[in-house]
Every structure is written in C-alpha cells, then in structure tokens.
C-alpha cells in the first residue's frame, strides 16, 4: 500500500474511534424544507436556505435567465475575462442594503474571509477574534501573518483588555466577530463592539452569515466591514463584502481570493439578486424563520434564539449522533454537529429554521426530540 493510503485510512480509523469521521448522504433538496433521501421525503432542519429562496420561482427563473445569456460559468477571474453586469448589481444591491459605499463579491463566503483579513492585516498588526467565530473567520485571521488572538466570546471586557495591552504595539488592529453565530445562534453585541473599536482606534469585521434576511440589521449599526455569504438566506452560492469604496477597490486589487479565482457563476449573481429583491418586498419571510425558531426552542425548553439557529447541546458526539439518527428514522433532518466544529464536549444538534416550516412541523420534530431524550434518560 501506498504510504499516502496508509496515512489516510489510519487518520480515518481514528476519526472513526471518536465518532467524528463524516460522511455524505446523497439528498435531494425539493423546497420547502422537504428533502429526498434514501428514497424517503424528510423534512430538513438542516439546512440555511432560512427564507426557503433556493426554490422561489423568481430566483430559479432569474438564474435560468442568467445561464441562458452567459453560460455556465464566468470564464475566468473578474479582472481578466471583464466583468458580468449581474454581478455589478448584485454589489450595488448589497452595499445599498448594508448603507456601505461599495461591495465586492467572492466565490464563497469562506473565500470572502480569507481574502478580506489578509488584503487589510499582515505582520505587526493586532487581529482579535471571538473564541467561537466560524472556522474561515480564523483561517483569514492567521493566513494574514498578524498577531492573532482570541478573546471570549461575546465579553467586551476581555477584548478591551486585550486591545488595552496589545494595541499600542500594533500598527492597526482589527477586531472580528459574527452577527449571529453559527452553532450557537446567539447574537454579538456589534454597537458595543462598534463603539469600543472607535475607542480603541481598530477596525471592527462582522460577519453576517446568519443574520441577514432573519435579524433587522441593528440600526446605527454599521461595521465598516460588513462580510456576508450569498449561500444561505440568500439561497444561491457566493460570498461578499460590503465596505467603503476605497477599500473595495484595494481588495479588487490585493484579496488574492478574488484576483487569482474565476468570477462568480453570472447565475449564482442574478439569482442572489433576485432573492435580495425578494427579502426586501417579503420581509415577513425572515420573521417567521426567528418565530419558528423560538416555538422550537420554547417547546424544548431552550433559551429564546434571537435568530433562526436553535442549538441542542448534549456534548457526547455519539449522543449527537444517535439523535440525529433517530429522528432521521422518524422523517426529520438535524444534523449533529460535532468537534472541530465545535468545542470538545459540546457535540450538538443543530436546528435551522426557516420560512417554510409549519408550526404542526416544529411542533413534530419538538416532540420527537422529547420522545428520544426520554427514551435516554429511563
Ligand atoms: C457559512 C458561513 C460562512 C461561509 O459561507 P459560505 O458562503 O458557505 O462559504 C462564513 N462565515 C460564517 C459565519 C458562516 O456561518
């Protein structure tokens, strides 16, 4: 054998032991909230389409359109092959919404982080991070070669701290967070955080991953990095970033995500616009994503979510999965999310709620959920 094969099944062996080796499951997405897997229909709380868009008739049609004019794909990186007018829209859509001066899109939201960090900081420079922030937010953070610290979550008083002792020494420094965090589903208090950069002379990045569409952007509340995915309330695929035009155009012209990577699919472009349009006319869309949200938590007995996200920690990841499972037999879809994705010992399940479910819907899984704990617990 290959010493290469060697190395990845022993790896995948001991992923195995601790419960933590994933695997895909072909799963046919049918729109509102309804999957097909396995020849059965499920209904998904699995998934981050949360104003059930994907399959809006106008996004599919806008996409289809876009396809038909512009092919499949974009050709090459936006500088090299010139630019689609989709995708010019669709920025000066984002950064209308977000009140920013200009807005630059990116193949994911991944890549949006991974270009943003590393174009603004590098070495002798100060990047702040919150303890739970997504894994691409870090992976920016360290690729840009500034000190990177972490501070706990949500605490202002341990990031003041931190920018207390280690700004001075810093060239610039730049604070990261989320609106809305993605395994938990709890909120960050960005005009604090807004407040207390201005103070402390930093920059302040914000990712609004989980909150556009589902939270009402905090009034007055207007990070000067605003980063945001195309891929989930959205229901396309892309990533962005909403920022003053000055910045938008040095990362036009240093995010290596964007210079050195194909433009993003003209389709993926149009159909995120068409959403955004929808959002904005439709937003009742997003207030019945956070009010399923907190019936699901209410009848778990879980602390009300500001947002769509409704976490069950139960720690052990074979718990996590044995529920998943169950409920999977019983026709619902939650994933269980487990380490690295989040701390050890907090192995969950994740319920992401969205516009299309039903309240007899939650109520269902809710009491599926109930049934299996108990079953554990007698
Ligand atoms: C999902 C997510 C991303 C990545 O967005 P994609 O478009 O799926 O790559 C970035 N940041 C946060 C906080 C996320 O939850």
Excluded at 21 to 41: D, I, K
Excluded at 42 to 58: G, V
Excluded at 84 to 102: D, K, M, N
Aim: hydrophobic letters at 50%; a positive charge; glycine letters at 10%.
């Amino acid at each position: 054998m290959l010493s290469l094969d060697r190395h990845a099944q022993g790896k995948l062996a001991e992923l195995e032991g601790r419960e933590l080796r994933r695997v895909l499951a072909p799963t046919a997405r049918l729109g509102g909230a309804r999957v097909l897997r396995g020849g059965r229909e499920l209904i998904s709380f699995a998934c981050n389409d949360y104003l059930d868009l994907a399959h809006h008739p106008r996004v599919k049609a806008a996409a289809c359109e876009a396809v038909d004019r512009h092919g499949a794909g974009a050709g090459a990186s936006r500088l090299v092959t010139g630019d689609a007018p989709e995708t010019g829209a669709l920025e000066a859509a984002l950064a209308r919404r977000a009140g920013s001066q200009a807005a630059l899109a990116f193949g994911s939201g991944y890549l949006a982080n991974l270009g943003v960090l590393p174009a603004l900081a590098g070495p002798g420079d100060l990047v702040l991070v919150d303890a739970l922030a997504h894994s691409c937010i870090w992976a920016g953070a360290r690729l840009s070669g500034a000190r990177v610290e972490r501070f706990a979550h949500n605490d202002l008083a341990d990031l003041e701290r931190r920018l207390a002792a280690g700004r001075g020494d810093a060239r610039h420094a730049l604070i990261a967070t989320e609106s809305v965090f993605s395994m938990d589903g709890d909120p960050a208090p960005v005009p604090d955080i807004l407040k207390l950069a201005e103070r402390r002379d930093a920059w302040a990045l914000v990712d609004d991953a989980h909150g556009l569409g589902v939270l009402e952007p905090a009034s007055g509340a207007r990070p000067p990095l605003q980063v945001g995915t195309l891929s989930k309330a959205l229901g396309s695929t892309g990533g962005y970033v909403c920022a003053s035009r000055a910045v938008v155009d040095l990362l036009t012209s240093r995010a290596r995500p964007f210079v050195y990577t194909t433009g993003l699919a003209p389709a993926a472009a149009a159909a995120a616009l068409a959403a955004l349009e929808v959002l904005e006319a439709e937003p009742e869309r997003g207030a019945r994503a956070r009010a399923s949200a907190r019936r699901l938590a209410g009848r778990l007995g879980l602390p009300e979510p500001a947002a769509a996200i409704v976490p069950l920690v139960v720690g052990d990841p074979r718990e996590a999965l044995r529920l998943a499972a169950g409920l999977e037999a019983q026709g619902f879809l939650a994933p269980a999310i487990r380490p690295p994705t989040v701390a050890p010992g907090t192995a969950r399940l994740r319920f992401a709620l969205s516009a299309a479910h039903t309240p007899a819907q939650v109520d269902a899984v809710a009491d599926a959920v109930l049934a299996l704990v108990a079953r554990r617990a007698a």
